[in-house]
């Protein structure tokens, strides 16, 4: 049961209230929303933030794994100031350097990426994967993995978190739709895979490797669930054999687990690759990218052939689509391309990733001593705190760990100045400093003991 607000947060309660009367629930995104009212910010600097009451919180959230580098960093702030102002405007509407230089980053982290195109969040960017894998391949379903996610639109918003009942055989997951209103044509084009298990995944494809144009999979689930090396390794094998194109949506996974990816980790080439959060430096962003002959097909000089081709050549592919008013926003590039730099210098990507090992290892420790059964799951700057003593290899193994005692935990930490909404994973950037893990610690450690003692 989600505790009452405390007095400490009144201004979060009344803004949240008039927010509602004119935002249907008071947010403007779903996931914003926690019982019995979220807190509303009002200022973010380095890992900290600070709510409309003046509390402070050690920000863990970092907008959903977007900040790597904290809430307004120095040199993010002066590459984008220096874009808007000096260069004269925010957006000019056509080409520009910067898109260049971020391709050309994008091509030597990558080891998947020839050629990339811009758009404005990763749920564009998976969009445009689906529909360019089903252009290069002619073949129309989409094949995904139960329990991941790709962005809020009607073809991928399927079974990423179904109602008990309704989920289907472990081998066999069904199509549960997460949302109403989405047409049935998706869900019967979707089929759904489960993730991490090989043999069934294989069974599937085989039965309908005629029709699948792609699987578009999370390597590692949710930021924190990883693909075992040998379950990736025979899944790139076989949708190789199969002609099935693999996309590997590196949204969360991208420079948080290395600056090339959870490509970069596993050594596993996809056939495209959608990027969003970090690469955009705080500002909204998506990219595509992936092999040269997939890409080239986005390209409006193999547009104008075919549009040319007419009546006599009824075996020219039609022309495949992609626009948008603000693809490649300067802005956002500036702050993207800094933010890279500032991961690429001074060995700052080891220095989160080592701040982030000692993280997790204390907090084991702390919970083990506790009596609970924790694992701080993941690779990199993200990591989950998973109260289990079972292995978690897909969504149906999270959903048997104590959420319950773990939900709890959250809501002590939010009064003791530790921001994660609650059951959210905790995202690293390079502002956390030794003084915030140790802060962490100390607020975990008391989080657990007012838990315990209600719980006594
Ligand atoms: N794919 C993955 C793996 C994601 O984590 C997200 C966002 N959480 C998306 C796609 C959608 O990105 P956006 O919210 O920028 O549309």
Do not use: W
């Not at 502002?431 to 100390?442: A, C, F, I, N, R």
Request: hydrophobic letters at 35%; glycine letters at 10%.
């Amino acid at each position: 049961k989600a505790p009452s607000t405390t007095d400490k947060m009144a201004v979060s309660r009344q803004l949240h209230e008039e927010a509602s009367s004119v935002i249907p629930g008071g947010v403007t995104a779903n996931i914003k929303y926690f019982a019995p009212h979220p807190i509303v910010m009002e200022e973010g600097h380095g890992s900290k933030l600070i709510d409309v009451d003046g509390n402070e919180y050690i920000d863990y959230l970092m907008c959903y794994g977007a900040l790597m580098s904290g809430h307004g960093h120095p040199s993010v702030y002066a590459a984008v100031t220096d874009q808007m102002y000096s260069k004269g405007t925010t957006i000019f509407g056509t080409p520009h350097r910067l898109e260049t230089d971020m391709a050309k980053k994008l091509v030597s982290l990558y080891p998947g990426i020839d050629q990339v195109r811009f758009c404005n969040s990763g749920m564009e960017a998976t969009l445009l994967a689906t529909r360019l894998a089903a252009a290069y391949t002619g073949k129309k379903k989409l094949a995904k993995f139960e329990g991941h996610y790709h962005g809020g639109y009607d073809q991928v918003l399927m079974s990423v978190n179904p109602e008990e009942g309704k989920s289907g055989q472990s081998s066999e997951p069904a199509v549960v739709p997460e949302s109403s209103g989405i047409s049935d044509y998706y869900v019967n084009n979707t089929i759904m895979l489960p993730f991490n298990d090989y043999q069934a995944t294989e069974k599937i494809l085989r039965r309908h490797a005629h029709e699948i144009s792609a699987i578009i999979m999370e390597p590692v689930q949710s930021g924190f669930i990883p693909g075992k090396q040998d379950f990736m390794e025979k899944l790139r094998a076989l949708t190789l054999e199969l002609g099935i194109l693999l996309i590997f949506d590196e949204v969360k996974t991208g420079f948080r687990l290395a600056l090339g990816g959870a490509q970069e980790m596993y050594g596993i080439k996809p056939d495209l690759t959608t990027l969003g959060k970090v690469l955009g430096g705080g500002f909204p962003i998506g990219a595509l990218g992936g092999k040269r002959e997939i890409m080239e097909l986005c390209s409006p000089s193999s547009s104008r052939d075919i549009l040319t081709a007419g009546d006599d050549n009824p075996g020219a592919r039609q022309a495949f689509f992609h626009s948008g008013t603000y693809n490649g926003h300067p802005t956002t590039l500036a702050a993207g391309l800094a933010t890279i730099q500032l991961l690429e210098e001074d060995n700052n990507l080891r220095k989160i990733f080592d701040r982030t090992e000692h993280l997790k290892g204390e907090l084991e420790k702390m919970y083990y001593s506790a009596g609970i059964p924790m694992q701080a799951m993941g690779e990199g700057s993200i990591f989950n705190i998973v109260i289990t003593d079972k292995a978690v290899n897909n969504l149906r193994d999270m959903n048997g760990t104590n959420t319950s005692l773990r939900k709890a935990v959250d809501y002590e930490l939010l009064d003791l100045g530790i921001y994660s909404k609650p059951l959210n994973r905790y995202s690293m950037s390079t502002e956390h400093s030794e003084g915030d893990v140790e802060k962490t610690l100390q607020a975990h450690h008391e989080a657990i003991r007012r838990v315990k003692s209600k719980i006594n």
